[in-house]
């Protein structure tokens, strides 16, 4: 009864905001139906799991919201041969979404309580036919260039700026995902890789956590 009680929370969720907001990828919806949202909050959260809102994980974390996580990953069209990063992992639910659709998944955390959770769930059950995913812990920052070139970069946060660092991981005409600080608001954008320049464009406006560390550098003023 428990389970099935998630499981018609979870159909609610794509039915009345995925398919709503124009997520219809069948990998992407079949993957986010599959991953059991609520084994990837706070025992405390399990009933807002799948509430159109950011979910508190602790230590000023939070887990995006479903629209949010659905829309990204829509306009970033993962395939099948994608080798992917996840920056910010949290509590690994990106990453087991994810993972259903691409080849391989570098997941980068910082923050020490949280890669234990990801490292739990993930382990804990298979979530169906998880594909390859790799937790690491470093600042989100520096992302992780033993993986690169990626693919698909996810950053699973809200960041004034990309760093440079980040932006040479990607593959040539590979693409990055993020919500975008703005005056106050965050919005979801999608940059493509050519040459050197990966520039995130805003495509809407959503609720995105804010990821700390990501603070566009101050012009110098006299």
């Known amino acids: ?12 969720m794509i039915d009345s905001q995925l398919r ?4 219809n990828d069948r990998a992407i919806i079949r993957a986010m139906a599959t991953v059991p949202r609520e084994e990837f909050v706070p ?7 799948y509430a159109d809102r950011s979910v508190p994980l602790g230590d000023e974390r939070y887990l995006a919201p479903p629209v949010a996580l659905g829309r990204l990953l829509t306009k970033a069209e993962p395939r099948a041969t994608d080798r ?3 920056i910010g992992a949290g509590t690994g639910y990106s990453a087991a979404v994810l993972a259903h659709v691409v080849a391989h998944v ?7 309580n949280l890669l234990e ?3 739990t769930r993930l382990s804990g059950k298979a979530h169906g036919q998880l594909g390859d995913i790799e937790l690491v812990d470093g600042p989100l920052t520096d992302g992780h260039a033993p993986g690169a070139p990626y693919d698909l970069i996810l950053i699973d946060g809200a960041v004034e700026d990309v760093p440079d ?5 990607l593959a040539d ?7 975008l600080v703005d005056n106050g608001l965050t919005r979801l954008a999608i940059a493509r890789k050519r040459g050197d320049v990966v520039r995130p464009v805003a495509f809407e406006d959503n609720e995105v956590p804010v990821l700390a560390g990501f603070s566009r550098a101050k012009a110098f003023q006299f």
């Open 117 to 119: 959770a990801a490292r």
């Open 106 to 112: 570098t997941a980068l955390e910082s923050d020490g």
């Open 165 to 169: 660092t980040i932006a040479a991981q």
């Open 173 to 179: 005409g590979g693409r990055l995902v993020c919500g």
């Open 20 to 23: 709503p907001s124009g997520v």
């Open 1 to 12: 009864m428990h389970d099935n009680h998630f499981q018609l929370m979870r159909d609610a």
């Open 84 to 86: 992917a990063l996840i």
């Open 43 to 49: 025992a405390s959260r399990t009933e807002v799991a």
